[in-house]
């Protein structure tokens, strides 16, 4: 049964209230307050608290300060009045139980509106930071294709500027034959005006002769040109055998078929054009040929500028896409990009077109092995890159280097199974 706390004092203002509630021993662990605006309870056992206010006040902005055996309330008014009393006198049980349940119900409500403010609150603070969050990677994305597009314009302007220095090359060279020409022309001339000075001097000798003699030199002269003529070849056919493809392995052991399939198909890759792209019209001549194209594109790597080697190994594929060599030196351009996963598709995809098997695309599938089992072993995939190398080895399997980075790769896999 709780002790009724009868023992207070209290003061006032026109605007607030003094309450001083002494109890022994009060602390703020063991302390209870609740307070609305018509009700004030304090419950700290076994001592009990209450009060049923003269006038409302305002429970938000009023305090409690709990110490030194004394619990001191500052209660605001709502209206600035003197209050009669600090209680509502002639209260009976019903009234008082009613005041407890709608200041209960009052407080409750209170709690759940706060409750809702505060996860309302808390969304508008998720909804700010996504779109902050979302605004950062638009910018972020946007930088990245600004630095995209700032590559492919410089890659495009040295790609001109090669052009350019094609053709002033071009050009210089044809001067260079125009002069040559002009030269060997102007000898000619030369030794056109040396050889008719050397008539006229043998024609005014020859005129001192007698007509007689004159006659008949000219007479053998006339013949020694008619025997300086050489007769008309006579007309005939030339038969050219060629020499058959021959295989030294045995016969139980022969590629040829699979031999002829490769260059039957080799032969069909280099027949195979597209002119369906947009920009073939605006194409020059040399720029039509995906031959040509990958030797520009191998220059540029050796040069290190794997961006630029990269377009033109594109515009190669787009107008052949049957030739592997090109899948597979664009792989070794993203490699050094880090683009693996593209350079696991071209390495992939060379491989696709490097069949049947054979010796004369040995070297090329090998290379495709590596390099997608490089790409596999950075993106830690050290199985598969494992598979790749030694598939590489089974085609050549007197490759030192291949066999010392195969077995670090197993020394890897083996490492990762222990701390597993």
């Given at each position: 049964?709780?002790l009724?706390?009868?023992?207070?004092?209290?003061q006032?203002?026109?605007?607030?209230?003094?309450?001083?509630?002494?109890?022994?021993?009060?602390?703020?662990?063991?302390?209870?307050?609740?307070?609305?605006?018509?009700?004030?309870?304090?419950?700290?056992?076994?001592?009990?608290?209450?009060?049923?206010?003269?006038?409302?006040?305002?429970?938000?902005?009023?305090?409690?300060?709990?110490?030194?055996?004394?619990i001191?309330?500052?209660?605001?008014?709502?209206?600035?009045?003197?209050?009669?009393?600090?209680?509502v006198?002639?209260?009976?049980?019903?009234?008082?139980?009613?005041?407890?349940?709608?200041?209960?119900?009052?407080?409750?409500e209170?709690?759940?509106?706060?409750?809702?403010?505060?996860?309302?609150?808390?969304?508008?603070?998720?909804?700010?930071?996504?779109?902050?969050?979302?605004?950062?990677?638009?910018?972020?994305?946007?930088?990245?294709?600004?630095?995209?597009?700032?590559e492919?314009?410089?890659?495009?302007k040295?790609?001109?500027?090669?052009?350019?220095?094609?053709?002033?090359?071009?050009?210089?060279?044809?001067?260079?034959?125009e002069?040559?020409?002009?030269?060997?022309?102007?000898?000619?001339?030369?030794?056109r005006?040396?050889?008719?000075?050397?008539?006229?001097?043998?024609?005014?000798?020859?005129?001192n002769?007698?007509?007689?003699?004159?006659?008949?030199?000219?007479?053998f002269?006339?013949?020694?040109?008619e025997?300086s003529?050489?007769?008309?070849?006579?007309?005939?056919?030339?038969?050219?055998?060629?020499?058959?493809?021959?295989?030294?392995?045995?016969?139980?052991?022969?590629?040829?078929?699979?031999e002829?399939?490769?260059?039957?198909?080799?032969?069909?890759?280099?027949?195979?054009?597209?002119?369906?792209i947009?920009?073939?019209?605006?194409?020059?001549?040399?720029?039509?040929?995906?031959?040509?194209?990958?030797d520009?594109?191998?220059?540029?790597?050796?040069?290190?500028?794997?961006?630029?080697?990269?377009?033109?190994?594109?515009?190669?594929?787009?107008?052949?896409?049957?030739?592997?060599?090109?899948y597979?030196?664009?792989?070794?351009?993203?490699?050094?990009?880090?683009?693996?996963?593209?350079?696991?598709?071209?390495?992939?995809?060379?491989?696709?077109?490097?069949?049947?098997?054979?010796?004369?695309?040995?070297?090329?599938?090998?290379?495709?092995?590596?390099r997608?089992?490089?790409?596999?072993?950075?993106?830690?995939?050290?199985?598969?890159?494992?598979?790749?190398?030694?598939?590489?080895?089974?085609?050549?399997?007197?490759?030192?280097?291949?066999?010392?980075?195969?077995?670090?790769?197993?020394?890897?896999?083996?490492?990762?199974?222990?701390?597993?």
């Amino acid at each position: 049964m709780p002790l009724q706390v009868s023992d207070y004092s209290w003061q006032q203002t026109k605007t607030a209230v003094f309450l001083s509630l002494p109890l022994k021993g009060v602390c703020v662990r063991d302390t209870d307050v609740f307070c609305t605006e018509n009700y004030l309870k304090v419950n700290f056992p076994p001592f009990l608290f209450e009060a049923f206010l003269y006038a409302p006040i305002d429970d938000e902005n009023s305090k409690a300060k709990i110490g030194n055996d004394t619990i001191v309330f500052t209660l605001y008014k709502k209206e600035a009045a003197m209050w009669e009393t600090l209680s509502v006198t002639g209260v009976d049980k019903e009234m008082m139980q009613r005041i407890r349940e709608k200041s209960i119900l009052q407080a409750q409500e209170r709690a759940k509106a706060a409750t809702e403010a505060k996860a309302a609150a808390k969304r508008e603070d998720q909804k700010y930071a996504l779109s902050v969050m979302m605004k950062i990677e638009e910018e972020e994305r946007k930088k990245i294709e600004d630095m995209k597009e700032n590559e492919r314009i410089k890659a495009t302007k040295e790609l001109e500027a090669w052009k350019e220095y094609q053709r002033k090359a071009e050009e210089q060279k044809k001067i260079q034959r125009e002069e040559k020409l002009c030269q060997k022309e102007k000898h000619i001339k030369e030794e056109r005006k040396k050889l008719k000075s050397k008539n006229l001097t043998r024609n005014s000798a020859s005129r001192n002769l007698a007509a007689k003699g004159r006659n008949s030199e000219n007479i053998f002269t006339e013949k020694l040109k008619e025997d300086s003529i050489p007769a008309p070849r006579s007309v005939g056919t030339i038969k050219i055998n060629f020499t058959p493809r021959v295989f030294p392995t045995a016969l139980r052991e022969s590629q040829v078929a699979e031999e002829e399939e490769w260059l039957h198909k080799q032969a069909e890759a280099r027949r195979a054009m597209n002119t369906d792209i947009p920009e073939f019209c605006d194409l020059k001549e040399e720029e039509k040929n995906p031959e040509w194209l990958k030797d520009k594109g191998n220059k540029l790597f050796a040069t290190e500028n794997y961006l630029a080697a990269i377009n033109a190994y594109n515009l190669a594929i787009r107008l052949n896409n049957k030739i592997p060599l090109l899948y597979l030196n664009r792989a070794a351009c993203h490699l050094k990009l880090k683009n693996l996963h593209k350079a696991i598709e071209d390495s992939s995809k060379a491989l696709e077109l490097l069949m049947p098997p054979v010796t004369d695309n040995a070297n090329a599938r090998m290379k495709a092995h590596i390099r997608r089992g490089t790409a596999f072993c950075q993106l830690e995939l050290y199985v598969e890159g494992l598979q790749d190398y030694e598939a590489a080895l089974k085609i050549d399997p007197s490759n030192k280097i291949v066999q010392i980075d195969a077995e670090k790769i197993r020394n890897v896999i083996q490492g990762t199974e222990l701390k597993s």
